[in-house]
């Protein structure tokens, strides 16, 4: 007869809005093992699984720490209550979290400070609020949810209301009949369980006693401090709020970039410092989309994205959001594991903003194999195609604005605009193919307004990054002494012609409120963020939003984190943000070239 051998949960905390879906190991009549699902459409040998999720709810109150979610709380700030902050970032499990906490805290303080205009109205903020709903303190008395008609939670039809059983000082309320169950805000503080058993097919009775697993209480999905875009070009306020929310100048565009870290690489053995279940890929997409979502940009270029994630969730989640969706993956020359895995670039830009003109798609492999053919000696090919065949892509769009900031001078001229997207992954030794990957990209551009968007794993000052920002490189700069394949000689031809310039030095350019603070976030020597990854072992700069001078020009750039913001004890991943790199966001407005 069928039977249940164990269950269990790959993570014991389940966390708001991540699905959860137990472990279920089964013997089957003939004596095999199997995890697969036996559902009451397919009985095996007259006998099919029933799952069962309850919610248990105890009549006293619960409150969860704002700083460590699996933690009960003991403390709460007054100042946050005085304040009107959401409640639940006002809770914290001890003294010392909280102590530990303030600076970090506080700035949650001086922002509800700030945030309250002449008219006593909160100004918006681009990200950090869309999960702070909820009080974050448990009643013992049922929620609205008790009273609902049916269960809707998970893939199975809809049932009848759930009977509540009472024991005791608690309450256990079902909320669930699928395997699967996410738990939603009014699990906050609950712990929950699943339970499973085989049941006859015929007389639809339970054979045997059920296998149940109790989860730890349910935490909220933790809440980054928002981040806002400051203005960098003389205007003393935020662009206009649009109906739908978000946060522009008339004719202004805004463009995000974002390695999200892809999940084949997000590793327990590289990232040991990340709770388990925050480096899980069910709660880091939900976490992700979240936060791509809301910094609302017009343009979105992700890095390591992999195949699978973008067929099945980022390309269905945005297009919600009314994106439109173009990708391309890494070349599998080198990777040899399952090609669904393999990660690449994804750009995404609003329908109702932009409409798509061309697509260009950029192998490094194909151009290292004719760079080999002409320039490397027959004897050296194999050495060459080793070192400079590496997987690397781009992804080059060119879109067409559904808006104008022409002005009268040019009504009806088309305004088009070229995005390149790319993730440039090399070991640190093999610079001059990072350098000769930086030429490839150059070669591709178009005489249009153009932007430049990737992890490029190089830092501020290297020779990737001069070739890029400055356009030249120093022939004694320190990387040309590696090039064992002579690709960089002669030096002379390490230049280009686009007026590239990044768009994060604006803060040490530009003019306007809040510029101070993001200053001391700056390295004043190169230009540039002091970091945009932030693990233990590298803190420093790989990502960056270039863009041409001649033809566009920064309004405004999302506020940078500072290690303070990472708070002490952290680096990235983490449970409030999801990838070991920080994303980027510019607002740009197209100027007319200047006449030649």
């Known amino acids: 007869m069928l039977s249940v051998l164990r269950v269990h949960l790959p993570s014991d905390i389940p966390i708001v809005g991540c699905e959860l879906t137990p472990y279920v190991l089964l013997r089957r009549p003939d004596k095999t093992v199997t995890t697969d699902d036996v559902p009451e459409s397919a009985p095996l040998d007259g006998h099919f699984l029933r799952y069962k999720w309850c919610r248990i709810q105890s009549d006293k109150k619960v409150a969860v720490c704002s700083v460590h979610p699996s933690e009960q709380a003991t403390l709460q700030c007054l100042g946050c209550v005085k304040a009107k902050i959401p409640v639940a970032k006002s809770y914290h499990c001890s003294p010392k979290c909280f102590s530990d906490a303030w600076q970090h805290h506080r700035v949650l303080h001086d922002r509800a400070a700030s945030a309250v205009n002449e008219n006593g109205n909160e100004e918006e903020e681009i990200f950090g609020r869309y999960n702070s709903s909820g009080s974050g303190v448990i009643n013992a008395s049922l929620t609205g949810s008790a009273s609902s008609t049916s269960l809707t939670n998970g893939s199975t039809p809809l049932y009848p209301a759930a009977v509540t059983q009472r024991s005791g000082g608690e309450t256990w309320f079902e909320v669930g009949r699928s395997k699967t169950y996410t738990p939603t805000a009014d699990d906050i503080g609950h712990v929950l369980k699943f339970e499973c058993v085989i049941v006859d097919a015929e007389t639809k009775q339970p054979v045997g006693h059920p ?49 999200i870290l892809s999940d084949s690489y997000a590793s327990s053995e590289l990232y040991s410092y990340c709770p388990s279940w925050a480096l899980s890929w069910p709660y880091r997409r939900q976490n992700l989309l979240r936060e791509i979502v ?50 690449g670039c994804a750009t995404f830009f609003r329908r109702d903003r932009f409409s798509h003109v061309k697509k260009y798609e950029v192998e490094f492999n194909k151009a290292a194999q004719s760079l080999t053919e002409v320039a490397v000696q027959t ?110 000689r002669p030096h002379s031809k390490l230049t280009h012609q686009l007026p590239l310039v990044s768009a994060y030095s604006s803060f040490l350019r530009g003019v306007g409120l809040g510029l101070e603070q993001q200053r001391r976030r700056m390295d004043p020597t190169t230009n540039e963020p002091l970091f945009t990854n932030c693990t233990r072992d590298f803190i420093g700069t790989l990502d960056y939003i270039l863009y041409t001078a001649d033809s566009l020009t920064v309004e405004s750039l999302l506020e940078l984190l500072d290690e303070d913001s990472l708070r002490k004890d952290t680096a990235l991943p983490s449970p409030e943000w999801s990838s070991d790199h920080i994303a980027l966001l510019a607002e740009f407005r197209c100027v007319p070239r200047p006449r030649r």
Request: with cysteine; charged share 20%; aromatic share 6%.
């Open 294 to 343: 809301g910094y609302r940009a017009d343009i979105v270029c992700l890095q390591e994205v992999q195949n699978d994630h973008f067929e099945e969730f980022f390309a269905p989640e945005l297009d919600k959001h009314g994106y439109q969706a173009l990708y391309k993956r890494k070349t599998n020359e080198v990777y040899s594991g399952n090609i669904h895995t393999i990660d």
């Open 379 to 488: 004897t050296q090919k194999k050495a060459a195609l080793n070192r400079l065949v590496k997987d690397n892509v781009a992804l080059i769009v060119v879109l067409e604005a559904k808006f104008s900031n022409q002005g009268a001078d040019n009504p009806g001229k088309r305004q088009l605009l070229c995005v390149a997207n790319t993730h440039v992954n090399v070991p640190q030794e093999l610079k001059d193919v990072k350098i000769w990957q930086g030429l490839e990209k150059i070669a591709a551009s178009a005489d249009i307004p153009m932007l430049v968007c990737g992890d490029f794993n190089s830092v501020p000052g290297s020779a990737p990054h001069s070739l890029l920002a400055m356009g030249k490189v120093d022939p004694m700069h320190a990387d040309l002494l590696v090039d064992p394949l002579a690709i960089l």
């Open 211 to 259: 296998n149940t697993i109790l989860t730890s209480r349910v935490i909220p999905a933790p809440s980054p401090s928002p981040r806002r875009l400051i203005p960098v070009s003389g205007a003393d306020m935020l662009g206009n709020l649009q109906s739908d929310g978000r946060v522009s100048s008339s004719g202004s565009f805004t463009v995000l970039s974002y390695n």
